[in-house]
């Protein structure tokens, strides 16, 4: 009986992805939980709970991974030639779309041509619905400090309203603007100021 149980609780590591978990945080503390008990269930002791806990916390985390690293192969394929950018961050993906193809220059209206973009971002994202989004607008260092800042808040918005338009949920987005404080290119040229024009989304897996 305890075989069949330990069992069971294992397994519960592996059956967490069709609830919904793709986050490596949730599959870690899930699968301790389940280790736990199974190590007490077999061993009857503290020790063998400790290792049964590390055992299945580093299971489920490793599910957990699995799963980001599934979305950032998605991505990739998805926004190729697309001219925006994918990085890795440890657990975190970061999506960074140049100015030239989100914006007009001083303008916070997402191009026409960018919506089909957005969506097939925006497909992901509800597909797994499990992360945290953080969308950040940047601006070049040209004009006026409080214009670009709002300006960047403007953008970082616009995408965050798009998102929530088309069903992904309001409380898993988190919008503001970094006016020009982060360039990624020099702003003493055409091209640099350009590339400084952005906006990001980091994904995030949810640790609530």
Known sequence: MKKLITTILLGMILAAPAAGENKRVK???GG????AAAGYLLGGNTKSTAIGAALGGAAGALKGHSDMKQQQEEFE????????????EGDNLRLIMPGNLTFATSSSDINADF?????????????????????TGHTDSTGNLEINRRLSVERADSVKDYFVSQGVADMRIFAHGMDSRMP??????????EANRRVEIEITPNSI
């Not at 301790?32 to 280790?35: L, Q, S």
């Not at 394929?77 to 890795?88: F, K, N, R, W």
């Not at 994202?125 to 992360?131: F, G």
């Open 32 to 35: 301790a939980a389940a280790g």
């Open 77 to 88: 394929q998805t926004l190729a030639d697309t001219g925006v950018s994918i990085v890795e």
């Open 27 to 29: 599959f870690g503390a």
């Open 184 to 193: 990624i290119a020099t702003n003493d040229t055409p091209e640099g100021r």
């Open 115 to 135: 919506y089909p973009v957005l969506s097939s971002i925006m497909n992901i994202l509800k597909k797994y619905d499990d992360t945290r989004l953080t969308v």
